[in-house]
């Protein structure tokens, strides 16, 4: 952990118990610190942001309920948001610009082949670290959403399936129209046997 840096208003403390992790992009560039600002300016928050160099930033008490997957979700979920843009494109450039670098991958998610841009080496190591430690520290099981032949699922969770399901998420499987984070970090869970 590299820090605490508190959100400049308090999110109300959270009623239920941790069954979820829920993955994020910014699909923007910037700070820990100024991803804090852009959410708090549209009343979100975020317990945990992870910059382009891997640090962690914790933004929220861990029993806060953070508003940053939707009403079904925030009430039992811990969320992380990795500095990202996401998917190619000028905010990309922009960060392709001041040094950073990210390898691109296409895959089939919500219905369409999609090229999409992975975490650093460095945000891939602190993602799967951080859930790690959450997942022994809440006993959230260590799983992905997969299909019976234990591929992970690319399109949005059914509210059953969703109601359901404890352990790490994308931000994709619990609402109609995003796409972070991805598949690749999700599915690099999944190669550590997070079934």
Request: charged share 20%.
């Given at each position: ?94 960060e392709w610009a ?11 998610i919500k219905g ?84």
């Amino acid at each position: 952990m590299n820090g605490f840096r508190p959100f400049p208003f308090d999110p109300p403390a959270r009623t239920e118990p941790a069954s979820l992790i829920v993955l994020h992009w910014t699909a923007g560039i910037g700070d820990p610190a100024q991803v804090a600002r852009t959410l708090a300016a549209r009343r979100l928050s975020i317990h945990f942001t992870i910059g382009v160099g891997g640090e962690v930033v914790q933004q929220a008490p861990l029993k806060a309920r953070c508003a940053h997957a939707g009403t079904p979700v925030n009430g039992r979920s811990i969320g992380i948001e990795v500095v990202s843009p996401g998917l190619p494109g000028p905010v990309h450039d922009r960060e392709w610009a001041r040094g950073v670098r990210r390898d691109t991958y296409t895959a089939q998610i919500k219905g369409a082949r999609r090229t999409m841009l992975d975490y650093t080496p460095a945000q891939a190591t602190a993602v799967a670290d951080l859930c790690k430690g959450l997942t022994y520290a809440f006993d959230i099981p260590r799983r992905v959403p997969t299909d019976p032949a234990g591929r992970l699922i690319t399109r949005q969770l059914t509210p059953a399936e969703l109601a359901a399901f404890s352990g790490v998420i994308g931000h994709y499987h619990c609402h109609r129209s995003k796409l972070d984070p991805g598949t690749r970090p999700l599915e690099r869970l999944l190669a550590l046997g997070w079934r």
